[in-house]
T-cell receptor, first 115, second 115 residues
Framework: AQKITQTQPGMFVQEKEAVTLDCTYD???????LFWYKQPSSGEMIFLIY??????QNATEGRYSLNFQKARKSANLVISASQLGDSAMYFC????????????FGAGTRLFVKA | NAGVTQTPKFRVLKTGQSMTLLCAQD?????MYWYRQDPGMGLRLIHY???????AKGEVPDGYNVSRLKKQNFLLGLESAAPSQTSVYFC??????????????FGSGTRLTVV
């Protein structure tokens, strides 16, 4: 069975510091994508970053990077130089590259950035 | 670009009433999805569609029906609403043709309360 686990219901970080949000996954599919989405208090879902299962390098998008450790089945999100606007709910997600591209989501981690 | 538009944004139903949620996308995406978001549970897939005229069940399909008569529209129906269907509903779409690194584009969500 496919599963995404986010073990941190809530996290605090000081403004301008880096923070790591944990994510582990379980799948038997050989080819899949890993995603992170941000949900601010306004409620919309925003796609942040993608990592392919065959990608050799970790994905980066501006201040976001994905620490991908395939053997450990982990896909942690690192946010560098946190800003107050980073306060939001963050969801880790996985999508096998077959079968309708259905994405499964973790329960989320709420990040609070302190001034 | 409008992206993905959901209507309505808010709705209160009485138990047993029916309603239809509309999702419209203007990006010519093949794949469309309906998710529900409940506290502590992330997003769970209700139904999805891989193209015009097709639908398939997701993780939590009971009590819902869907239709995709036109490529740009994906309708979610509740025939007899129950309090357990109180949730925030998100529609999403993606164009998976040839590129696996597409995240979903989400609508802004529909907050449904069943009393």
């Amino acid at each position: 069975a496919q599963k995404i686990t986010q073990t941190q219901p809530g996290m605090f970080v000081q403004e301008k510091e880096a923070v790591t949000l944990d994510c582990t996954y379980d799948t038997s599919d050989p080819s899949y994508g890993l995603f992170w989405y941000k949900q601010p208090s306004s409620g919309e879902m925003i796609f942040l970053i993608y990592q392919g299962s065959y990608d050799q390098q970790n994905a980066t998008e501006g201040r976001y990077s994905l620490n991908f450790q395939k053997a450990r089945k982990s896909a942690n999100l690192v946010i560098s130089a946190s800003q107050l606007g980073d306060s939001a709910m963050y969801f880790c997600a996985m999508r096998p590259n077959t079968g309708g591209f259905k994405t499964i989501f973790g329960a989320g981690t709420r990040l609070f950035v302190k001034a | 670009n409008a992206g993905v538009t959901q209507t309505p944004k808010f709705r209160v139903l009485k138990t047993g009433q029916s309603m239809t949620l509309l999702c419209a996308q203007d990006m010519n995406h093949e794949y469309m999805y309906w998710y529900r978001q409940d506290p502590g549970m992330g997003l769970r897939l209700i139904h999805y569609s891989v193209g015009e005229g097709t639908t398939a069940k997701g993780e939590v399909p009971d009590g819902y029906n869907v239709s995709r008569l036109k490529k740009q529209n994906f309708l979610l129906g509740l025939e007899s609403a129950a309090p357990s269907q109180t949730s925030v509903y998100f529609c999403a779409s993606t164009d998976a043709n040839g590129a696996f690194n597409y995240g979903y584009t989400f609508g802004s969500g529909t907050r449904l309360t069943v009393v």
